[in-house]
Structure formats: C-alpha cells, structure tokens
T-cell receptor
Framework: AQSVTQLDSQVPVFEEAPVELRCNYS??????LFWYVQYPNQGLQLLLK??????LVKGINGFEAEFNKSQTSFHLRKPSVHISDTAEYFC????????????FGKGTKLTVNP | DTGVSQDPRHKITKRGQNVTFRCDPI?????LYWYRQTLGQGPEFLTY????????KSRLLSDRFSAERPKGSFSTLEIQRTEQGDSAMYLC?????????????FGSGTQLSVL
C-alpha cells in the first residue's frame, strides 16, 4: 500500500516570491509520482509527473519537482509565483504496473498575495 | 476532446434518499475511475472500470454504493439510503490503458450534500 504526506496544509506567499510545496511518500513497491492542481470549482489538472529517468521534472506553468528516492520525497517548486497560482495542490502516487489508481495527499492550499 | 463531464454538478438530498450520479468519460477512453473528496482531504479512490468490467473496489465503498458502466462508455454511481457522512465531492476520471500515465483526465465533480 502507498501513502502520501503533504507537510503543509496552507502556504501563503507574496507574488514573485519562490515557493516549495513538500511531499513525502511511503510505498513497499516502486511508484510513479504526480502533482495535480485544483482551481476553485474545477477538476484536477496534472501539473507534472515522474515516471522514470531524470529526477528533475518540469511541468506546466513554470513548476518543477525533484524526485529524491533516498528521502522518499517529491517536492514541488516554482521560482516566482503569480497570483493566478493560488489553488490547491495535491501530490499523488501510483504503483508501477498497477491499475493507475492514484493515492493522494491531503493537499496544500497555496495563496499568493499581492 | 470535450473532456470528462459529470452530472449533476450539485445534489442536495435528505438522509435516507437514494441518489445517482453520471459520468461521461472522454470518448476513446476505456478506463474510468470514481473518487470521493471530502473537505480538507485529497481525493480517495472508490472504484475503477476497464470497459464495462469493474476491476477494483475500495474497502471505502460500502454496500450502499454501486457503480456501473453497462456499455463501456458512461458510468453511474448510485448511493442508497444516503447518510450525512456521504456528503462529499464525487470525482470521475478517465484514461486510455496502455497510454502514458499522464493521460488521466478528471471531471469537475458532483458535490453531494446530505441534510
């Protein structure tokens, strides 16, 4: 079984500041890792994913994440945030070779202030 | 590509009533998933179909919940004898098996409120 821990439930930042949203996972098998974003009244949208290869992955809207196997982490970063980045962010895992079922963390609410 | 659509967007019901939600996946997608999301939590997996076959069900899915995908296209999720604890956002997602795992698309969800 897998589990995901998002260490911060809320992260307030000022516009143009850098941000890091933390995610740790636990699994007895190899996993794929994902970050999704959810804007108010909208469905989940994939930001980026790690399947294999380079541990630094780049996604949409200037976000990137780094897979660290030894620390079982997959933190999300953006060097300069915009007010439009205000949303809920979810880290998720799925087991390799499985059903593509996702196990999500509880989410981090990112609020970007002017 | 019209995306994954869910109907209704909102449902308010009284405790003990039955409710049914519909999900229309992206037309060529053969996999369909149902998730439930409560306030302050991430989505939790409920069940998934490949074509019309229901291949996995979560232990979260009590006997009051039933899902179908009769022709391998749209799916319905029925909750019988609703309880206040069933209040949540019910999300549907679809994908094409064998494709890259980035191809999981979510609908906007059905918000259920049980009074």
């Amino acid at each position: 079984a897998q589990s995901v821990t998002q260490l911060d439930s809320q992260v307030p930042v000022f516009e143009e500041a850098p941000v890091e949203l933390r995610c740790n996972y636990s699994s007895s098998v190899s996993v794929y890792l994902f970050w999704y974003v959810q804007y108010p009244n909208q469905g989940l949208q994939l930001l980026l994913k790690y399947l294999s290869g380079s541990t630094l992955v780049k996604g949409i809207n200037g976000f990137e994440a780094e897979f660290n196997k030894s620390q079982t982490s997959f933190h999300l970063r953006k060097p300069s945030v915009h007010i439009s980045d205000t949303a809920e962010y979810f880290c998720a895992v799925s087991s390799k070779g499985g059903s593509e079922k996702l196990v999500f963390g509880k989410g981090t609410k990112l609020t970007v202030n002017p | 590509d019209t995306g994954v659509s869910q109907d209704p967007r909102h449902k308010i019901t009284k405790r003990g009533q039955n409710v049914t939600f519909r999900c229309d996946p992206i037309s060529e997608h053969n996999r369909l998933y149902w998730y439930r999301q409560t306030l302050g939590q991430g989505p939790e997996f409920l069940t998934y179909f490949q074509n019309e076959a229901q291949l996995e069900k979560s232990r979260l899915l009590s006997d009051r919940f039933s899902a179908e995908r009769p022709k391998g296209s749209f799916s319905t999720l029925e909750i019988q004898r609703t309880e206040q604890g069933d209040s949540a956002m019910y999300l549907c997602a679809s994908s094409l098996s064998g494709a890259s795992r980035e191809k999981l698309f979510f609908g906007s969800g059905t918000q259920l409120s049980v009074l």
